[in-house]
């Protein structure tokens, strides 16, 4: 059987590709810089992996002021995913939780919203520059929760 005889083909995997516009979760000012041509990238593309003002170091910083944590003792990851437009804004945010076996379960609600807004809250993303274009990316961050707070930030 091939990979296109199964159910579904045709379509990615909604933690893979572009993030679709979802009028229940989107901010509608949103705006992908060149959406007729589909050229926004991954993070990991261009000359930086991180493309934060400060680096990963300030959003560490940022979220260590925030205090962010959960009454329950839990362990898993809470992974925000988003698009940085050619202006250096965010949207398109989606979230994914897992347990510590990276099975998707949801962790905390009420954690994730918080680690959601946080993550959306964040200012200082700046746009990438491939051949004196600028362009936007898929950006996510995964924070590592243990003991009901947060340990890690990844990437």
Same mark, same amino acid.
């Given at each position: 059987?091939?990979?296109?005889?199964?159910?579904?083909?045709?379509?990615?995997?909604?933690?893979?590709?572009?993030?679709?516009?979802?009028? !229940?979760?989107?901010?509608? #000012?949103?705006? +992908?810089?060149?959406?007729? !041509?589909?050229?926004?990238?991954?993070?990991?593309? /261009?000359? +930086?992996?991180?493309?934060? +003002? $400060?680096? %990963?170091?300030?959003?560490?910083?940022?979220?260590?002021?925030?205090?962010?944590?959960?009454?329950?003792?839990?362990? $898993?990851?809470?992974?925000?995913?988003?698009?940085?437009?050619?202006?250096?804004?965010? $949207?398109?945010?989606?979230?994914?939780?897992?347990?510590?076996?990276? !099975?998707?379960? #949801?962790?905390?609600?009420?954690?994730?919203?918080?680690?959601?807004?946080?993550?959306?809250?964040?200012?200082?993303?700046?746009?990438?520059?491939? +051949? $004196?274009?600028?362009?936007?990316?898929?950006?996510?961050?995964?924070? %590592?929760?243990?003991? /009901?707070?947060?340990?890690?930030?990844?990437?």
């Amino acid at each position: 059987m091939s990979c296109q005889a199964e159910k579904g083909s045709g379509k990615y995997p909604v933690t893979v590709g572009n993030i679709e516009f979802d009028e !229940k979760l989107d901010d509608p #000012v949103f705006r +992908k810089c060149y959406p007729e !041509k589909q050229i926004d990238v991954q993070y990991y593309q /261009g000359t +930086k992996e991180f493309d934060y +003002k $400060g680096e %990963k170091i300030a959003i560490i910083e940022k979220l260590t002021n925030e205090k962010i944590s959960s009454e329950s003792k839990i362990n $898993g990851y809470i992974t925000v995913r988003f698009l940085v437009n050619c202006e250096g804004k965010t $949207g398109l945010f989606r979230i994914q939780q897992m347990n510590a076996d990276l !099975k998707e379960a #949801v962790l905390d609600k009420e954690l994730g919203d918080k680690l959601l807004r946080f993550t959306k809250s964040l200012d200082g993303w700046m746009p990438k520059e491939i +051949k $004196g274009l600028k362009i936007g990316y898929y950006q996510y961050l995964t924070y %590592k929760i243990e003991n /009901g707070k947060v340990s890690e930030v990844l990437p």
